[in-house]
């Protein structure tokens, strides 16, 4: 199928928060905006689980800026007492929030909200191990960052119109010091502004998404197909034109639903298989 044919249809994300958009906000010292307990009972919906409402009202607070990642979170007592609810429902509302892997519980020490290190992200969202089953840890090179419009493809997995100002991040993942994959990384210039300005990217970008842009990737859908290599892989790789290749493409998910990244790797077969875990 051609690139802009639309063969997928990427599943809508667990946590629908639609209404709400991406934003940052400065919040002075000491200040703490809570959710006022009448403004909760007016804003309820009786048809929909009074946990899950609370849930959203939770994430929304987490997108505003009010906790960032690694900061504590008020006890359960606190916040049933702040949304006029009661523990059970605070408790049952932050167990989807850990599924979600939104917080993070430390027993003895409370719940935070969750903080992707280099490693974590690295392992949680790279699902390529070498062929004997050992995973595997990329390290990246000839990486290239430029500002330019978004293509057709990627627009289109994003839900955006073509055109739009993007940075596309072009890189090899090394495995070994040998060339495992060619990557081709574009995300909206409106979530991302002066990425460029980073001389060298990070290893594992949601870290930096996280970070600097306070965007939290929760989920990735992925998208598999087998290909053969071109001339832009064969050059990237080290490959003869012809050769097999493991095409990913992938978009991720930040806790409100929006579509932030869209990623193509073309992998190289013999240094590398695709494991997933299913329950």
Request: with cysteine.
């Given at each position: 199928?051609?690139?802009?044919?639309?063969?997928?249809?990427?599943?809508?994300?667990?946590l629908?928060?639609?209404?709400?958009?991406?934003?940052?906000f400065?919040?002075?010292?000491?200040?703490?905006?809570?959710?006022?307990?009448r403004?909760?009972?007016?804003d309820?919906?009786?048809?929909?689980?009074?946990?899950?409402?609370?849930?959203?009202?939770?994430?929304?607070?987490?997108?505003?800026?009010?906790w960032?990642?690694?900061?504590?979170?008020?006890?359960?007592?606190?916040?049933?007492?702040?949304?006029g609810?009661?523990?059970?429902?605070?408790?049952?509302?932050?167990?989807?929030?850990?599924?979600?892997?939104?917080i993070?519980?430390?027993?003895?020490?409370?719940?935070f909200?969750?903080?992707?290190?280099?490693?974590?992200?690295?392992?949680r969202?790279?699902?390529?191990?070498?062929?004997d089953?050992r995973?595997?840890?990329?390290?990246?090179?000839?990486?290239t960052?430029?500002l330019?419009?978004?293509?057709?493809?990627?627009?289109?997995?994003?839900?955006?119109?073509?055109?739009?100002?993007?940075?596309?991040?072009?890189?090899t993942?090394?495995?070994?010091?040998?060339?495992?994959a060619?990557?081709?990384?574009?995300?909206?210039?409106?979530?991302?502004?002066?990425?460029?300005?980073?001389?060298l990217l990070?290893?594992?970008?949601?870290?930096?998404?996280q970070?600097?842009?306070?965007?939290n990737?929760v989920?990735?859908?992925?998208?598999?197909?087998?290909?053969?290599?071109?001339?832009?892989?064969?050059?990237?790789?080290g490959l003869?034109r012809?050769?097999?290749?493991?095409?990913?493409?992938?978009?991720a998910?930040?806790?409100?639903?929006?579509?932030?990244?869209?990623r193509?790797?073309?992998?190289?077969?013999?240094?590398?298989?695709?494991?997933?875990?299913?329950?």
């Amino acid at each position: 199928m051609t690139p802009g044919h639309d063969f997928f249809r990427w599943q809508q994300p667990r946590l629908m928060l639609t209404h709400l958009r991406h934003r940052r906000f400065s919040v002075a010292a000491g200040h703490r905006p809570c959710e006022d307990r009448r403004v909760m009972e007016t804003d309820r919906q009786p048809y929909r689980p009074l946990y899950t409402q609370i849930q959203e009202a939770l994430v929304r607070r987490i997108v505003e800026g009010e906790w960032r990642p690694g900061e504590l979170l008020p006890s359960e007592q606190a916040l049933a007492l702040q949304l006029g609810v009661s523990q059970g429902t605070i408790r049952k509302a932050m167990d989807a929030l850990e599924a979600e892997k939104i917080i993070d519980r430390r027993q003895g020490k409370g719940t935070f909200v969750a903080e992707l290190t280099q490693e974590q992200s690295v392992y949680r969202f790279f699902r390529l191990s070498r062929p004997d089953g050992r995973r595997i840890v990329p390290t990246s090179g000839n990486e290239t960052v430029r500002l330019q419009p978004m293509g057709a493809r990627a627009a289109l997995a994003l839900g955006l119109e073509e055109g739009v100002p993007a940075y596309e991040v072009l890189r090899t993942r090394l495995v070994d010091g040998q060339p495992l994959a060619f990557e081709r990384t574009v995300v909206p210039e409106k979530f991302f502004p002066a990425l460029d300005r980073h001389s060298l990217l990070p290893n594992a970008l949601f870290t930096l998404y996280q970070r600097e842009y306070g965007i939290n990737v929760v989920s990735t859908d992925e998208r598999l197909r087998a290909d053969l290599c071109d001339e832009q892989d064969a050059a990237y790789l080290g490959l003869s034109r012809g050769a097999p290749l493991l095409e990913i493409e992938r978009v991720a998910v930040t806790v409100t639903g929006e579509r932030v990244e869209w990623r193509l790797s073309r992998c190289n077969t013999n240094l590398c298989m695709y494991g997933i875990t299913l329950t």
